[in-house]
T-cell receptor, first 113, second 114 residues
Framework: DAGVIQSPRHEVTEMGQEVTLRCKPISGHDYLFWYRQTMMRGLELLIYFNNNVPIDDSGMPEDRFSAKMPNASFSTLKIQPSEPRDSAVYFC???????????FGQGTRLTVV | KNQVEQSPQSLIILEGKNCTLQCNYTVSPFSNLRWYKQDTGRGPVSLTIMTFSENTKSNGRYTATLDADTKQSSLHITASQLSDSASYICVVSLGSSNTGKLIFGQGTTLQVKP
């Protein structure tokens, strides 16, 4: 398996534009997490899914952020409209079972100018 | 307040030396504690996962310990190598039934010099 695949690796966009980050989980993993990492705040859990169903989105900062998982092999995190303070590295991670090891993707570095 | 605090914030050691990173947490209830290694520009990689009933767990040259009574964990790195240079993140899972809420420490940045 190629691991968790995220795209794009880097994204630079202007303030106000819509940004869509993508994640392909490891096959067979039933949990999918979206995280945001900044120097100031470290890693923060935004939302996670179990069997494609959103379980906890309390970490989503505001209504501008939304996440979907239409099937077991694909998830998106969308920011609309984007703001400079959204600049961060966004990670997707997946598990097989909640208590097991989490596998992280390479991350998407988002810069909003 | 549920918090995870790591120390030191950064550390520089010489290749071949041992080191110990600390993690104190106030998370309750707690289901498991994880240590991750994150290389610059990459995603975190799991090193160990321990439940409250486990005192120690090893992964090669990495050994994690857990004292659930004092709510402290440590990560010991033996015979350090240049490739150990990375950030090490302590993560505590909140809840008694693996709810998925993870509390992250700010990490310890380790630099191993030749």
């Amino acid at each position: 398996d190629a691991g968790v695949i995220q795209s794009p690796r880097h994204e630079v966009t202007e303030m106000g534009q819509e940004v869509t980050l993508r994640c392909k989980p490891i096959s067979g993993h039933d949990y999918l997490f979206w995280y945001r990492q900044t120097m100031m705040r470290g890693l923060e859990l935004l939302i996670y899914f179990n069997n494609n169903v959103p379980i906890d989105d309390s970490g989503m900062p505001e209504d501008r952020f939304s996440a979907k998982m239409p099937n077991a092999s694909f998830s998106t995190l969308k920011i609309q409209p984007s703001e400079p303070r959204d600049s961060a590295v966004y990670f997707c991670a997946t598990n097989r079972g909640m208590a097991s090891e989490a596998f992280f993707g390479q991350g998407t570095r988002l810069t909003v100018v | 307040k549920n918090q995870v605090e790591q120390s030191p914030q950064s550390l520089i050691i010489l290749e071949g030396k041992n080191c110990t990173l600390q993690c104190n947490y106030t998370v309750s209830p707690f289901s498991n504690l994880r240590w991750y290694k994150q290389d610059t520009g990459r995603g975190p990689v799991s090193l160990t996962i321990m439940t409250f009933s486990e005192n120690t767990k090893s992964n090669g040259r990495y050994t994690a310990t857990l004292d659930a009574d004092t709510k402290q964990s440590s990560l010991h790195i033996t015979a350090s190598q240049l490739s150990d240079s990375a950030s090490y993140i302590c993560v505590v899972s909140l809840g008694s039934s693996n709810t998925g809420k993870l509390i992250f420490g700010q990490g310890t940045t380790l630099q191993v010099k030749p």
